[in-house]
């Protein structure tokens, strides 16, 4: 009920159209009445009193009120459809806000696969409760009790019998709600996981190939394919027993009735007119019923739904996403005080970690995988929060900034270069909104990306491709650092971020990145030995610690950890560290 209560609060953003759409069910319900009426009025007045003048008139208020219920219901089901829709924008606009709100930890946990199956198949499903199971249900209510009205006034003792059948009706069917309810629950998680396996699939396409697991791939597809048709298949045998019980006890009280009627007719207590009347009428008594199946169906699916979309929605926010301070300027001073984190609670991942950056300093983090040194990074981006101790910028620790004023801060290029299924145009404005192309081709120019634009066919608005599919690995680097450029933050994050890039381009790039890197804070990781060496400080880490740290010179002549790091990579690649 509290789930139901939460979902109608929606329609009063359009009450207007809401209260219409009801007030065209209601008519219609009451238009119902016209044709026993009219059935009643041939028999016992037209026929049995010979009345054949009464025949047309009577025949053409009939055929007009079909009309016009007909012409209701149109008008009814468009408002419906445009209701719907207005409904399902609003909340799939609401959990998709809600999403970029979550904190990153929440991704982590949750597969791309099952939130998409979310926001694209449990909001629709959440609406049809309004359009199909409220609507139509209060209608159909309203429609029962108007031709149970009708009944009784012509005779009460035969309408008792006409709805003999309903109590075992209402036992069967509330039954058989409470039972489908976690059997459709179990349906929606396994349509979950088998999109989550789809997009995973889809997404590593490339890998599948690969590694020629295509078999392999299509038997966990098979698997969670079968599963959903095996959960839905619980639903579908219960309802293959449970509707045809219902029909069964709903049409044998038409013989009930008939019998009885006839029965009375018999005996001179009601007219024939009554009992064909309710012949009828008893079409429109049950036809609600008769709707029960689908709109039982209809309002255990959206409840379920609807509490799959709720439980994101209802997600803490991450915390000072917008709230917290929000300095006129940064000047770059970062420090790390004790820091220790755990992605899992387990083992840190950065252990009681302390390092400092003086404003326009580019601090290189260098280290083994698994060092830490992308933690590093996620911590200054608060995309998590150390476990213990505290970072600081400019003196205010990070705990007490808005997170969006802080990110505003920052340039970011990840070892993933992520470009968005947009014009080159359009990912590159990410970083300002309100640059010229001039700036973007000055950007472009500087990151050594403008050739290679220019060659495309549609310059700045070619389209990327999914996830930058029509750009090689260094060509989508190079515009992640174009983009980072054009932001031209005073705090720099560079995650190798010229890994992709050979010589020459590396050299170009570097160029670029130290012109970038004048008069701001820069934290940079990277293997190679020309991108850290210039550094002013260099922290190497291992397992989460910080072990030694200083300049290049300073720590060659440590002979220690880096020493062993640089003789690795240059053993590795001989010629790109000379």
Known sequence: MVTLIRILRHTFRFPLQSALSLLMALSCASLVLVL??????????????????????TALIGISAILLRQAIFTLRTYYNNSLELKLTHLIRLELYDKLQRLPVKWFDSNSSGEVMSRVANDV???NRIIIEGVDQAIAALFQFLIVVGYMFWHSWQLTLVTLVPLPFIAILTTWWS????????ESAEANSALNAILHDNLA??????????????LESFDKASRKVGEKTMS??????????????????????????????????????????SFLVAWGFLFDPISRINNLSQTFTRGIVSAERVFAIIDTPDEANLTD????????GHVQFKNVSFSYSGDSPTINDLTLEAMPGQTIA???ATGAGKSTVLNLLTRFYEPTHGNIFVDGVSLAELSKEWLRDQLGYVTQESFLFNTSLRENLLLAKASAEDDEIWAALEAANAADFVRATQDGLNTLAGERGSRFSGGERQRLSIARALLKNPPLLLLDEATSAL???????????????????TCFVIAHRLSTVQKADRICVLHHGKLIEQGTHLELLALKGTYVKLCEATFANNPRRNT
């Not at 050979?502 to 701001?520: C, G, K």
């Open 36 to 57: 026993p009426s009219i059935t009643m009025e041939f028999i016992d007045v037209i026929i049995v009193k010979k009345r054949p003048d009464l025949i047309i008139p």
């Open 365 to 367: 983090l260098v280290g």
């Open 178 to 185: 409470r039972r489908s309810e976690p059997l459709w629950r």
């Open 324 to 331: 917290g301070l929000k300095p006129l300027a940064l000047s």
């Open 235 to 276: 639903v579908m045998r219960g309802q293959a027993l449970v509707w045809p019980a219902v029909s069964f006890i709903a049409e044998s009280g038409i013989i009930l009735m008939v019998a009885f009627g006839a029965w009375s007719a018999l005996h001179g207590q009601i007219q024939p007119g009554v009992v064909v």
């Open 124 to 126: 629709p499903a959440t």
């Open 204 to 217: 590593g396409i490339r890998q599948i190939k690969a590694y020629t697991v295509e078999p392999q791939a």
């Open 502 to 520: 050979d010589n020459h381009t590396e050299y170009l790039v570097q160029q670029a990145l130290e012109n970038l890197r004048s008069d701001r």
